[in-house]
């Protein structure tokens, strides 16, 4: 059974930083790019979410989306079979679930950057802002 377990999520003020983490269990980490979404206001999180980044199944590349671009960073450790999710000049409109994602190297999606393209997701860290 694959499991995929976020924390570090919290309360925390505007221009704070905060490090999600998203540790995977009953899969091959290391054949699965990871990708970081976060819940979009008002519509079902089950059928649609805003991608953050991902990070490819070795690390060797990484992309993000221009909401996240020069304040979030993802990075992984295939040893411990987690990827990160580093935040840093919270804004209030960050607020909302942060959830991970696996998609397997084996679907040959070179660009995993839709909801709809991952196979396994996690339930979810709860980030809120305060301004």
């Not at 924390?7 to 269990?25: I, K, N």
């Not at 060797?60 to 996240?68: C, K, L, N, V």
Request: charged share 20%.
């Amino acid at each position: 059974q694959v499991r995929l377990i976020e924390s570090g999520g919290g309360l925390v003020q505007a221009g704070d930083s905060l490090r999600l983490s998203c540790e995977a269990s009953g899969l091959t980490f290391s054949a699965y790019a990871m990708g970081w979404f976060r819940s979009i206001p008002g519509k079902d999180p089950g059928k649609d979410r805003d991608l953050v980044g991902y990070i490819t199944w070795s690390g060797d590349r990484t992309y993000y989306t221009d909401s996240a671009k020069g304040r979030f960073s993802i990075s992984r450790d295939n040893a411990k079979n987690t990827v990160y999710l580093q935040m840093s000049s919270l804004k209030a409109e960050d607020r909302a679930v942060y959830c991970c994602a696996a998609v397997g190297r084996h679907s040959g999606i070179y660009h995993p950057d839709s909801f709809s393209e991952y196979d396994y997701w996690g339930q979810g860290t709860q980030v809120t802002v305060s301004s």
